[in-house]
């Protein structure tokens, strides 16, 4: 057998070496986002360990090539095209397109009102109203929203936090009244809130009695609704605010632990909720670095599940995810690059083993996506499905000396971060202190410098620019949508019984001061009797108040 190590020293000296020397390389030095040196060639000497140990697979510990054991062989990932602006109306009719279209699943973008917890008539929404996504006050906005789409055979993703819970209880409330069982329905909730003390900031109460809305939610689904992931630990906001691929593994990971812990302490077996946690990451620009960050994730959630968790059920073991390609990274100029760069993120999620996919729209650097821009999005994935051939294998990229060479470096650095976290009293005591703040904080500045002194190219942005006229057929939310929103909700007041939905707002304000009890199917009392988002929550915030965000310089 040939001495590698040795044949690879040879070729650096005197090929390698002396090529250098007559023309130099583009950079004194190639890294990744995490601080990964790339080396200029890879062979079997860089992957270290045992294969079984460290890959295993597909569909068995510790799954680093994939959760399933036939992957795309069996079926698609989910297609998913993250929807949602104006009326209820408005977005049901995205919905219904998107559905005709060949989308295979529903993923709902709620406007800031709703995410934090505000009606549309409450002052603090005024110019917010429909503009991020939909607005939802009521069981009547939901009612409107999922109009003539059968929740029973529709997967539906929720981006929601604060009011995940609320959100959730509207969805089955809706299923209900069309005659499909808490049983029958799937989809997610992100529900994930110490992610916004440190990424994204939509956050209402402070972090306990947060952490208990989550693990009521887990202890629900577990027992009602089955088929329903009731979080989806996200790294995609922690990855958006400027981190680096490692951070995003580590924090997003070490959230997932804080979650374990809670529902730990409240008294659930790790094996009776664990099998239904799901996460969500960013795609960013780096193939060959996302792709090993997806499959370093996968291993190092598996060790811990096993190993500090004693868990025992393989599915709970398993990190399943969802993704969406990097919005941070889509330029208002020249919008037609965004294709190029969204269609190899959405490669790179596929060689990485998504489970689920949301591809970004060219124009979303300027306004909500038009139509147009959203069928793009979509088939986008549709070629990649069916066309490219790339999900005939399962981890096609397994095996690449530098793919597993990265998945080694970026686990280890993963591990660093969550074991620093750890002697700090784990994530909650972590952002009390400001250290993922700071760090995500410190690699968004380099990242930004890099990008000014163009060590970072950005086609079109700070290289290879033109003179280009504005783009046309930009999507604008009406600004009659929030007139419309005050006059649903008016009516739901004058329509409703005011009385029952007091009496169960009372008795949820009543509740929540008990920590032993389970607001969830309080809440799902409340919103059957029309009680609105705004009043669900403020019954929650008399009684557990507002956090107030630690500013980290």
Request: contains cysteine; charged residues 25%; glycine residues 8%.
């Amino acid at each position: 057998m040939a001495d590698t190590k040795a044949d690879k020293a040879r070729w650096r000296q005197k090929t390698y070496e002396k090529a250098k020397g007559k023309a130099g390389e583009r950079y004194p030095e190639f890294r990744t986002s995490s601080g990964v040196t790339m080396e200029p060639l890879y062979t079997p000497d860089d992957v270290e360990g045992a294969y079984e140990e460290k890959l295993g697979f597909p569909g068995e510990y510790p799954f680093t090539r994939g959760v399933q054991p036939t992957m795309y062989r069996g079926r698609f990932w989910t297609m998913r095209q993250y929807a949602g602006f104006g009326t209820a109306d408005d977005a049901n009719q995205r919905y219904h397109y998107l559905l005709k279209s060949g989308q295979t699943g529903l993923s709902v973008a709620f406007d800031l009102p709703t995410q934090l917890g505000l009606d549309a008539d409450d002052p603090e929404a005024e110019g917010e109203v429909g503009k991020v996504g939909v607005s939802i006050g009521s069981l009547a906005d939901m009612e409107e929203l999922f109009a003539g789409i059968p929740l029973g055979k529709v997967s539906t993703s929720m981006t929601i936090n604060a009011t995940a819970p609320i959100l959730l209880c509207l969805y089955a409330a809706v299923g209900e009244k069309n005659g499909v069982a808490l049983e029958q329905l799937s989809g997610t909730v992100q529900n994930d809130i110490l992610k916004e003390y440190m990424a994204r900031g939509t956050y209402i109460y402070p972090p306990a009695p947060s952490l208990r809305l989550i693990t009521n939610l887990f202890a629900f689904c577990a027992k009602r609704v089955p088929k329903w992931n009731p979080i989806s630990i996200s790294g995609y906001h922690i990855r958006e605010a400027g981190s680096t691929a490692a951070q995003e593994i580590a924090f997003t990971l070490a959230d997932g632990i804080a979650y374990v812990d809670a529902a730990l302490k409240a008294g659930l077996e790790v094996d009776e909720f664990a099998g239904r946690l799901s996460f969500f990451f960013n795609v960013h620009n780096n193939f060959l670095e996302e792709i090993a960050k997806f499959r370093a994730a996968r291993r190092l959630w598996a060790r811990i599940m096993k190993e500090r968790f004693k868990a025992k059920d393989p599915r709970s073991m398993m990190l399943r995810f969802h993704s969406q390609t990097a919005g941070s990274t889509l330029t208002a100029q020249q919008v037609d690059n965004n294709v190029v760069r969204v269609a190899l993120q959405a490669l790179a999620a596929v060689m990485g083993g998504t489970q689920s996919l949301h591809t970004n729209s060219r124009d979303e650097a300027l306004a909500l996506p038009s139509e147009e821009s959203a069928r793009l999005a979509l088939r986008t994935q549709q070629v990649i499905a069916y066309e490219s051939g790339v999900g005939d294998v399962i981890d096609p990229m397994g095996g690449s000396y530098v793919v597993e060479r990265m998945t080694d470096e970026l686990e280890a650095k993963a591990q660093d971060y969550i074991r620093r976290i750890d002697e700090m009293g784990g994530m909650v005591e972590a952002i009390a202190k400001g250290y993922p703040q700071g760090e995500i904080q410190d690699a968004a500045y380099q990242a930004q410098r890099d990008v000014e002194e163009k060590r970072t190219v950005v086609v079109g942005m700070n290289q290879f620019q033109v003179k280009e006229p504005p783009p046309s057929g930009l999507l604008r939310v009406d600004e009659a949508v929030e007139r419309t929103q005050l006059e649903r909700m008016k009516k739901l007041r004058a329509e409703r019984d005011n009385s029952a939905a007091q009496r169960s707002v009372d008795v949820l304000r009543k509740a929540a001061a008990n920590p032993d009890e389970n607001l969830i199917p309080l809440i799902l009392d409340a919103v059957k009797a029309y009680a609105t988002l705004g009043e669900i929550s403020d019954a929650m915030r008399d009684v557990f108040g507002e956090h107030r965000e630690h500013v980290v310089l």
